[in-house]
């Protein structure tokens, strides 16, 4: 017993030494970055005046100013609601197109890759595309709707759309990786099992609610879960379709800090911004994990 | 056709010269500058001003032996990147365009050289560069009177129309009052399926000459006194004109549309007033593709019920703090905004924007200006000379006029898109805007 206690501690050792070298780079190249957001948070920083760089008389003021600056809470909303119809619409539209893509008829198959388009673009590109569908003197789709004599606002301008227009951008370019993920997931459901739910009677509807998408449930979160880290990260189609406007609408946190950094110099204030966005994502992610049970003991 | 004759000798020596003219630029220019073999990088944002100088680098590369290397960004780019660039004290850029959104921040910042030194040595600037040349606020000084930049590009707001033929009919003008201003719109509005207005999403450049016709101003006494004063009633009243037009009379969109696309929109015919710099009215006659060349017509700025503030806001050329070629810089500065250069970039390209007086005041530049019969070069010179005579630019020149340029832009588009009205998006702006100046450690009357 004693000398399988030793075995055991000599092999924690020998694996803890060869994990260190990696767990150290790790640590170089995210704990200390993140580390030093969380210390400039604590500081006024301000490019413009260098002697803020290590000021903690008021160590708590920036998150204090956040706690009552509608701007921020503003863009908390408007990333709230952002994220909820981005991740909502990608997973369902994604879903549907896998399971229609899961039937491998010949046409289907072809269809598959032209799917994948959206995805693969650089994101300025989809930007540019849909500048384009957005902009009224320019645009193909309003030449349409004149013709048919439709009046549709300049919906990147109008209050009541530009945010539908930044998440239908959004879910055009996105849905094929939450598509590819299921259809990858579906594949591995095995036949048998299909064909006992068959036997048994079951329907189309009830073998793909009651089958297929229980049995991909981990894929689904993952997949969920990607999209949602990367809706809180929404940028490019913000920056070049609204600049976060018209007035504030479209102005998500991301782009807030953005703001803060890049054009006001206030990177302590930009730095909380961003540590609360953090502290957001892993807290939604972990609720999320905790409600479906993802990676419990079965 | 006409035969030269040459004697053996002349042929000898004119051989021999092309030869060293040919062979050895870089030692006739290391002879002239002491700064030859230097390379020195300048940053830009895409300008007409810079399109147009490039083409002469190689003559000041031969003439001096310094070799010239410029990154070019967009605008909105580049003040973001130079921003970051000057905060680091880098010595990346030897050249920078100082823009007038970022001046009054980077020369308080302290992250531009001042030029004092070279323009009180006759060797590095001979007493005809004339810096006194530069219309007023062209040459970029602070407070205290050192000098940090000299202008490339003034603009100066006029109002014009791309169919003029259009105010005809109606049986109106451009208007010479802002109370007349809607009342024309209303007139030409939608006739021959042309808007009466269009303009570019850079309200806080383009309010303000309302703001302060109707006697308001950014902040209560600027530089000295930052404490914003967006709520007051002028402000409010402007800022209701002001949006009005854009939401009533210009193309659907509007409120996205940049500097380009609000020409396109007069360019193509399908808007047909603007107030802007004068550079953007140019291209109405000069591109091409216009297709309003005829009926371009150009007025000063209309004037309110406090007077006539017609906004001018300058970009120059001037040295960061962090350059290891400060010289060379200031023998490109030199070269590139003499008189002689400017009044090339006349004659050459026709370029309108031009800082020194000496210039302006040139028949070139009169001939250049002189469009559909109208002197727009003397409208230009007027608005350059009322701002540098009144002062009333200055509220561009304290540090904190991006932080709250941008709480303007966001107020108009709230105004112009119906979700608050005035009073209320400005009464917002104001308190954001004094947050964001405290947050810069100033403190305000709020």
Sequence with gaps: MTRQASLARQRRAFLTWCLAPALAVLAVVTLAPMTYLVVTSLTPLN???????????????NYRLLLSDQRFLNSLWVQAKLSFWTVGLQMLIGIGFALMLNLRTSLLQALRTVFLVPMVLPPIVVAIIWKVLYTPDISPAYWLFKAMGLNVPALIT???????????????????????????????????????????????????????????????????????????????????????????????????????AFNFSYLGFSSAI?????????AMSWVLVRMTGWGAAE | MAIIRMSRRSVVFTGAGAALTLRAPAVLGQAKSPYAGTTIRGAAFSLPFHQYLKDYFPEFEA?????????????????????????????????AVLTFTYQGRWLGAGWISPLDEFLSNPNATPADWEPGDFVGQTSMRDAKGHTYGFGIEAGAVILWAA?????????????????????????????????????????????????????GNFFKDPPRNVTPTL??????????????????????????????????????????????????????????????????????FPSGSNGWFPGVAINGFGIPAGSKNKGAAWEFI?????????????????????????????????ETLTLNGQDVGALYLQALERASDAGYMKYRTVPVFPMVGDKVNRAMEAIASKQLDAAAALKQAEIQAADDIKKAGYSIDL
């Design chain 1, 274 to 282: 961003t540590v609360v966005l953090v502290a957001a994502s892993l």
């Design chain 2, 231 to 300: 709520d007051t009633p002028a402000a409010v009243q402007s800022a209701q004109l002001y949006t009005d037009l854009l939401a009533k009379f210009a193309p659907q969109g509007v409120l996205s549309y940049t500097f380009d696309q609000a020409m396109e929109s007069q360019l193509s015919g399908r808007a047909n007033m603007r107030n802007q710099a004068v550079t953007w009215a140019i291209p109405l006659i000069k591109n091409p593709a216009s297709t309003v060349k005829n009926t371009v017509r150009f007025a000063p």
């Design chain 1, 47 to 61: 490019l413009t005046n260098p002697m803020t760089a290590w000021n903690f008389h008021q160590p708590l003021l």
């Design chain 2, 334 to 366: 030199k070269w590139a905004l003499s008189k002689e250069m400017l009044a090339k970039l006349v004659k050459d390209k026709g370029y309108p924007s031009i800082c020194r007086r000496s210039v302006i005041q040139g028949e070139p530049f009169k």
């Design chain 2, 63 to 95: 003439a001096t032996g310094i070799h010239v290397e410029f990154d070019v960004q967009a605008f909105p780019v580049y003040n973001q990147r130079m921003d970051l660039e000057l905060s680091t004290g880098g010595s990346s850029y030897d050249v």
């Design chain 2, 163 to 215: 169919r003029g033929d259009l105010l005809d009919k109606a049986g109106v003008e451009l208007p010479k009052t802002l109370a007349d201003l809607p009342k024309v719109c209303e007139a030409i509005h939608d006739k021959d399926n042309v808007a009466a207005w269009t303009g570019d999403n850079l309200h806080h450049w383009n309010w303000p000459p309302y703001l302060m016709d109707m006697g």
């Design chain 1, 158 to 260: 109008d209050p009541n759309w530009a945010l539908p227009a930044i998440i239908a951008a959004d879910t055009w370019e996105w849905f094929p990786l939450t598509m590819l993920m299921v259809l990858a997931g579906l594949q591995t459901v095995p036949e048998e099992l299909l064909d006992a739910a068959r036997v048994d009677g079951a329907n189309s509807w009830q073998v793909t609610v009651s089958v297929l998408l229980p049995y991909i449930r981990g894929t689904l979160m993952v997949a969920g879960l990607f999209r949602l880290v990367d809706s809180i990260k929404a940028f490019p189609l913000i920056y070049l379709l609204t600049d976060g406007g018209p007035g504030s609408v479209t102005e998500v946190t991301n782009y807030y800090a953005f703001e803060q």
